[in-house]
């Protein structure tokens, strides 16, 4: 007995040593290239607005995004794409909105575009337009005054992004942010920069191709 007793108690301290060792498995995020004729874009797609990151993945594959064009721009805000022009601007489905605190419109955040409210109230995202946020620097005493006029609360964490980055605040929490553009910040500001028509459309196409980097 004795004996048996000290074989499992050598077991049950090989599988806690192989537990403790174990390198836990952890899923590198998403990272895209957005090519554009004004400079190239990285960006990193969030693991934990799966429904959006998997869409996404999957319209980039099938080349939905390839030449497709930044429709909508409008400077100190956000550049808008991903429709396609030929038949339909978007593959006629809806995703469920992904709403995580974590995930704020900074400069450079990737978020899905959306019908408004009184159509949509469950704020679900089109099936493939996205924008991208440019936004401004908002120092205390402006977000101040936006709390006061939307009754919205900006936290410390994002008060310092807002305060040294920049962006647009009054889009938290109403629209799903699902990544975000690590390097190439400059060619946002470029494209926002772009002379627009009617519609806030470039006066000139600004075609884009979107890959899977890793």
């Known amino acids: 007995m004795k ?4 074989i499992v108690a050598a077991i049950l301290f090989s599988v806690t040593v192989f537990a403790q060792t174990k390198p836990a498995s952890k899923s590198k995020p998403v990272t895209i290239l957005i090519e ?20 996404f993945v999957k319209l980039v ?7 497709s064009i930044f429709h909508r721009v409008i400077n100190k805000f956000m550049i808008q794409g991903g429709g396609q022009e030929t038949k339909v601007n978007d593959p006629g489905y809806t995703i469920p909105a992904e709403f995580v605190p974590a995930h704020f419109h900074k400069k450079g955040a990737l978020a899905a575009a959306r019908k408004g409210d009184q159509v949509n109230p469950k704020k679900a995202s089109s099936g493939s337009q996205f924008y991208i946020v440019q936004g401004t620097v908002l120092n205390n005493q402006q977000l101040d005054i936006f709390e006061k006029q939307t009754g919205k609360k900006v936290s410390p964490e994002r008060r310092k992004i807002y305060n040294t980055v920049g962006g647009t605040p009054h889009l938290d929490d109403d629209y799903t942010v699902f990544g975000e553009v690590i390097k190439g910040l400059e060619v946002i500001d470029k494209i926002a920069a772009a002379q627009t028509g009617a519609g806030d459309r470039p006066v000139k196409d600004i075609k884009m191709k979107i890959t899977i980097v890793k």
């Open 36 to 55: 554009t004729e004004y400079g190239n874009m990285t960006a990193v797609l969030y693991d934990d607005t799966p429904q959006h990151r998997d869409n």
């Open 61 to 67: 594959k099938q080349g939905w995004y390839n030449g």
């Open 3 to 6: 004996n048996a007793a000290l």
